[in-house]
């Protein structure tokens, strides 16, 4: 997340507009005064890294089974320190193999709703009017329907892939990222500095380039980084109803619903990747609150 | 107020038909149909029950034939639970499901809003963040972990609270109604947090606060009102959503509400079925979508309708 | 006015917090009861003052029912409350033994073509009516009537022209069932079938109530609306919550009934299940967690009740595409490598017991042949893979890669799981598992056009090896390995009309084992009944088709409730 808002704030003194900058340096300086967010950011980046190098480090496989010791405590005389699952897969490593799908899962599910609300909340609100009533007329359709319906169907008509997965929850997850777009864009095309822009010739698709999309960098930071761990969640109600990630792989959510099963006989199995599920979306979630605090224009006045 | 109202209602009829036919063809999409089973039935009988249901008939012939239907209010028989119409099981699951959801929405808004707005008044301090971590708990743990943690330590080791299962008892209701309060208790407090910090903020307070009003005052006459607008276009599809049942929770606890049809239905492939309850989500949040609005013009007379969004 | 919705919220917290009522159903401590003594009289009765005062069995019972009409039913769970509901021609003893049910005797024709059966003059509807030749007749052709939509249609197939009945070319009442009198009731039969009585357990051949049918039509199973023959009657249907049933007190031996009330719960889950036995709130579980078998083991013991069940759990290759068509040697190679005892041990855990075979064990008069590799140790078997792996024209360097299909299940899932990890680390083989919903799972099963290896498994319908056997018939529409074997559909006809059982037997054993030796099928092991019971309860024993009905069960004392009366007589 440190480096998307690297590059807001980079983008912002592209923009050479003083209220922009001014902007995202003020953001900035506000997030870094915030403890938690601070914390947050600092977690999420342990994280990554960890699940990423996590495996590396072990001797065990995700995918293997130590045949001699199935469900153990963790111990370090066994070499797995988070134990091992019911059928004797080593915890830790599933645990960091869950986490990369995780958080795979999230970013890449959140960015494509991005792309999508972004898109059809800008072209909205800019265009106002007819169009813009049209537009949102269907939003407020797909928005009567029951999302995790829709997910399982996707689900079951398209089969388990993993990459399926994602798209099918951000395909449907585009709503509230369009209507915050366009509400933005509304307030912002008719703000005295476009109408100087266009005063001064600037093009429609420079306006949108250079004045509307800058402006709402602050709003959609905050929405990746709150609608990350909502995604992480979404996919661990789909391993509840097992129609999760595929085996061999797993994620955070399926090892949380394994672990549950077995909350009293093998307290282990849910401990650890509880733990990384729980510390990942608080961390996401003080990340978020801290962002939207230190971004929210109307705090600044 | 009267003419808005009615023109909501009446750009409620396309959002219904769009919903009804994405969710009709979608079903019928899916692989499988109602009657396959492990034991597989003679070819000839699974034709004798597609004609029986009518599922020989090219579709648009059948889609036609179901939007005539609930036009009439039937949503038709069930295709899984053969005994019973969808009307039939709506009207034994919704009671249900709505008992839970009034609750749990309730507790919900009376704690989110209280922890949330003592969170505002110690922004960034230790009560603040002791506060706002352990509301986040309601979101960072899964409601499928909660839901036996709560078991075992309740039912199991401390024997106060029934186990699972369904009466209209307050026993029988606290566990479900508490596992489906947490996650809305954090959303609570959290946007209550943001918008009253929001309001703390402004001129209009800093204003009353100069006048020399006891701080007391100002918060519960001029700034809990303002406040509370994001947390009421929370509400409308949350209210929808939690009425409906949670298949989580339902399958944990036991209990025959209607949030489970939406997944089993779709599983089974009891088409019927799952248009049913579909529709009945649709028309509820077009309902409470319109009540907050509604409630938003009451609560605050400037709000144009057009920009009156909901936060993420 | 806001003052006023806010004690009304208050009000509505407070009674959803406020502590439990003192009458309600308070969860006991999770110890379990220790059962008085039970005495029995000169029938064989308990006594009555071993008996608890409150006869209401509380029985946990997988799924919900899609329904409870007996010829549309479908699955073990609804099966449990149609055998407490109505009864058959025949019916079972506690331990399996098939007795007469409504039938109290019958005569069989020296072919064993005809079977004519006397019914109980004392047997009775719920509503008092007497259960007549005639019900039967009429039930049966509703059965075989194709526009029923009968799920077990099937179940009556060796009826003269029942089949042809089926397809549509013969009307309903062409069925062989004549009614000679009010209780007399005959049935002529094209084969030869020595399972048939065992068949009439069956609810798919049990009688309907003709007038409630005619009069509620696909309302006749509600609450009111159902009459029923068997020991109890329904009173109360709350779908997904609960379904009640009474002691019926026309039942035409009602006198032995002791259980007053039935309610069966559904479950969704089996931890919730297992939950509410702990809790106090059952007395029978439909299920048991697999995880939990240590923690039962050393904390439940006398309440775990494990037993065989008339079930395989096997794979199946789908033998009409790559890899599987014309290549025995890597089925075998993949057969050998799986070590059974690993599986059963340490994955299923409840003392299944791994196999080679087909058709479990528990037939009173069937002797399955036994696969050589079956007594080699697994060394040598993974040694025999290998070989078989390579003559298959597979190697490390070009190694097979596989998809293993299950339906979602944790068990199956935690089965694929162990099976592919063999795979790979015996042989090499690179599989892909995938984890599919049921209903798609089943259609891809059915249209063998993607499935490779996939999960079956088999409980049987009667006690036959034929229920197993019949599956692979090249026309049977579960056969969805696709084994079309000419020489094997001639075995299952020629065992279809063979007259002398032991030829029979015969030709049965003969048949598995070419099924074997084709590995059409990975067997893994025979399944387990596994169940949690309280020990108050009694009157039940262990059979391998799981029949148990609540008739023979009844409810005796607890030691502690023994001292407390004593002390309250005093």
Same mark, same amino acid.
């Given at each position: 997340m440190s480096e998307s808002t690297r590059d807001a704030f980079e983008q912002a003194l592209d923009t050479r507009e003083i209220r922009g900058r001014s902007l995202y340096v003020d953001a900035w300086h506000r997030l870094l005064k915030n403890k938690a967010a601070v914390a947050g950011l600092v977690v999420l980046a342990i994280m990554v890294v960890l699940v990423l190098v996590g495996p590396l480090l072990s001797?065990?496989?995700?995918?293997?089974?130590d045949w001699e010791h199935y469900s153990t405590p963790p111990s370090l005389e066994t070499g797995h320190v988070f134990g091992t699952d019911a059928i004797g897969r080593d915890l830790f490593v599933r645990t960091m193999i869950g986490g990369q799908v995780s958080l795979l899962v999230g970013l890449l599910a959140t960015l494509v709703s991005l792309v999508i609300g972004v898109t059809y909340g800008a072209v909205a609100g800019y265009l106002g009017g007819r169009a813009d009533n049209v537009m949102m007329r269907f939003v407020d359709a797909v928005y009567a329907m029951p999302f995790m319906f829709f997910v399982i169907l996707l689900m079951v008509v398209f089969g388990r892939n993993i990459f399926l997965i994602f798209i099918a929850i951000g395909a449907i997850n585009w709503l509230d990222m369009a209507r915050i777009v366009r509400g933005q864009t509304l307030s912002l095309k008719n703000k005295d500095f476009v109408e100087a822009a266009r005063a001064c010739g600037a093009t429609e698709a420079q306006i949108i380039r250079r004045h509307i999309i800058p402006n709402l960098l602050g709003v959609v930071i905050v929405y990746v980084t709150l609608t990350i761990p909502q995604v992480i969640l979404v996919e661990s109600f789909l391993s509840f109803l097992g129609l999760g990630v595929q085996e061999p792989l797993t994620s955070w959510g399926a090892l949380v619903n394994e672990g549950a099963q077995e909350l009293e006989t093998a307290p282990w199995s849910l401990m650890f990747p509880a733990a990384f599920l729980a510390v990942t979306l608080f961390a996401f979630n003080f990340l978020g609150d801290g962002l939207r605090d230190a971004l929210d224009p109307k705090d600044r006045l | 107020m009267l003419k808005y109202s009615l023109r909501r209602l009446a750009s409620a009829i396309p959002t219904l038909f769009l919903l009804i036919t994405v969710a009709f063809f979608l079903i019928r999409i899916a692989p499988g149909g109602p009657f396959d089973s492990e034991r597989a039935l003679p070819p000839e009988i699974e034709a004798n029950l597609a004609a029986k249901y009518h599922l020989d008939e090219p579709l648009v012939f059948q889609y036609a034939r179901y939007l005539w239907q609930i036009a009439r209010l039937d949503f038709g028989p069930s295709f899984h639970y053969r005994d019973w119409t969808v009307n039939d099981l709506i009207l034994q699951g919704a009671p249900v499901s709505f008992t839970l959801g009034i609750l749990a929405l309730a507790i919900a808004l009376v704690v989110g809003v209280l922890v949330g707005a003592w969170a505002a008044l110690r922004q960034n301090r230790p009560g603040d963040y002791a506060v706002m971590s352990f509301a986040m708990i309601g979101i960072s743990i899964p409601n499928f972990v909660m839901a036996p943690l709560l078991i075992l330590l309740f039912a199991i080791t401390l024997g106060w609270l029934p186990a699972g299962g369904w009466e209209y008892t307050p026993s029988r209701t606290v566990l479900p109604v508490v596992t489906l309060a947490l996650p809305m208790i954090a959303y609570i407090a959290r946007i209550t947090r943001g918008s009253m910090i929001e309001v703390l903020h402004s001129s209009y307070i800093r204003t009353v606060r100069a006048k020399g009003m006891p701080e007391k005052e100002v918060i519960l006459r001029h700034a809990l009102k303002p406040a509370l607008l994001p947390v009421i276009s929370y509400l409308g599809p949350a209210a929808a959503a939690i009425m409906t049942g949670s298949v989580v929770v339902e399958r944990i606890f036991t209990i025959p509400g209607i949030g489970t049809y939406f997944v089993q239905g779709a599983l089974n492939r009891d088409y019927t079925l799952v248009m049913g309850v579909v529709i009945l989500y649709g028309m509820l949040i077009i309902l409470f979508n319109f009540l907050v609005d509604l409630l938003y013009a009451w609560l605050d007379p400037r709000i144009h309708y057009d920009d009156g969004e909901a936060e993420a | 006015m806001k003052r006023g919705a806010l004690s009304l919220l208050l009000a509505t917290l407070l009674a959803a917090c406020g502590a439990p009522a003192p009458d309600e159903d308070a969860p006991r401590p999770p110890r379990l009861p220790v059962p008085m003594e039970v005495a029995f009289d000169d029938d064989g009765r308990p006594l009555p003052e071993v008996l608890a005062d409150e006869q209401v069995l509380y029985r946990g019972n997988g799924e919900e029912p899609q329904t409870l009409d007996p010829h549309l039913g479908e699955g073990v769970p609804t099966a449990n409350i149609l055998r407490d509901l109505f009864e058959g021609l025949t019916t079972t003893a506690p331990d399996g033994r098939i007795v007469p049910g409504a039938a109290i005797h019958w005569d069989i024709s020296r072919d064993g073509l005809t079977y004519t059966f006397f019914l109980d003059p004392d047997g009775r509807w719920s509503n008092g009516e007497p259960v007549t030749a005639h019900d039967f007749v009429w039930s049966w052709r509703r059965v075989v009537d194709p526009t029923t939509g009968a799920a077990y249609g099937r179940m009556l197939a060796p009826v003269v022209n029942a089949e042809a009945i089926f397809s549509g070319e013969l009307s309903p009442e062409e069925l062989g069932v004549t009614a000679l009198s009010d209780t007399s009731f005959q049935v002529q039969l094209d084969d030869p079938t020595p399972y048939f009585l065992g068949l009439l357990t069956h609810p798919t051949t049990y009688p309907v109530f003709r007038p409630a049918l005619e009069e509620h039509g696909s309302m006749h199973v509600r609450p009111g609306n159902l009459v029923s023959n068997g020991a109890y009657r329904l009173t109360d249907w709350q779908v997904r919550s609960r379904i009640v049933l009474e002691r019926n007190e026309h039942f035409r031996d009602a006198d032995n009934v002791i259980i007053e009330r039935v309610v069966f719960y559904p479950f969704e889950d089996e931890n919730t299940e297992f939950n509410r036995f702990r809790a106090g709130d059952l007395h029978w579980t439909y299920q048991v967690p697999s995880a939990q078998f240590s923690w039962l083991k050393s904390n439940m013991d006398e309440a775990l009740k494990i037993s065989p069940w008339f079930g395989t759990y096997f794979f199946s290759f789908n033998l009409t595409r790559e890899p599987f068509e014309d290549s025995l040697a890597l089925r075998q190679a993949l057969n050998l490598a799986v070590d059974r005892e690993i599986i059963t041990e340490?994955?299923?855990?409840? /003392?299944e017991m791994p196999t080679f075979n087909l058709v479990p064990p528990g037939l009173p008069d069937y002797e399955p042949y036994e696969p050589e590799h079956a007594a080699w140790t697994q060394a040598e078997r993974e040694d025999e893979a290998r070989r078989l792996y390579r003559q298959a /024209?597979? =190697?490390? =360097?070009q190694p097979l890669t596989v998809e293993l299909r299950y339906n979602t299940s944790e068990n199956h899932r935690k089965i694929a799981v162990a099976i592919a990890a063999m795979w790979k680390q015996t042989l090499g083989v690179r599989t892909r598992l995938i984890n599919e919903e049921f209903r798609v799972f089943l259609q891809n099963r059915a249209q063998r056009r993607v499935t490779q290896a996939f999960r079956a498994g088999w409980i049987g319908d009667y006690m036959d090896a034929f229920t197993f056997l019949e599956l692979f018939h090249s026309g049977h529409g579960r056969n969805d390995a696709g084994y079309s074997n000419p020489r094997f559909d001639r075995l299952l006809e020629r065992i279809a009309s063979e007259r002398i059982p032991a030829k029979r037997r015969n030709l049965m054993v003969e048949a598995e084992r070419m099924l074997l030796d084709d590995q059409v099928v990975l067997p893994v092991f025979y399944y387990m009944i596994r169940r949690l019971i309280d020990p108050r309860l009694q009157g039940w024993d262990e059979n391998i088709m799981d029949y148990h009905l609540t008739r023979h069960m009844y409810l005796v004392k607890s030691q502690a409730e023994e001292v407390h009366d004593g002390e309250s007589e005093e």
């Open positions: 001797q065990w496989d995700h995918e293997i089974p | - | 340490r994955v299923t855990r409840f /003392g /024209g597979y =190697s490390e =360097s």
